[in-house]
């Protein structure tokens, strides 16, 4: 799991434009209820368009890492049309929701220019 406030020796996409000097990832996560599920609607967008680039290339996935802790659930999941359906006794008490985007398959030598200095 990637925990956004730690230094890493590579680049990670947030929110705020840390690791990039102008690009960042911004996402919109709905929860609905059923008596049997919950159903998560997302969004997730950059900015970033070579990261567009791959994501449109299928070599990078957009997805959401939840986390139950309480009943040690934890699972990535990656959907197509943004939604998620996760039977209700899966999880319990306090859910983390980490957006990602993640790649689909080996991508060497990956580069940006809009990297900030410390990665140049």
Known sequence: MLKSNLNYPYPLL???CIDYKTSS??????LEYTDTSYII???ITTDNDFINDLLN?????????????????????DSDNGIIEIPAK??????TFTVCIIAAEN???FYSDDFVDEYL
């Open 14 to 16: 947030r929110s705020d």
């Open 25 to 30: 990832i911004n996402s919109n996560i709905c």
């Open 41 to 43: 609607k997302y969004d």
């Open 57 to 77: 290339k299928k070599k990078l996935k957009k997805g959401i890492l939840i986390e139950s802790k309480s009943v040690w659930f934890r699972k990535f999941y």
């Open 90 to 95: 899966d999880i319990y008490g306090h859910v």
């Open 107 to 109: 991508i060497t030598n």
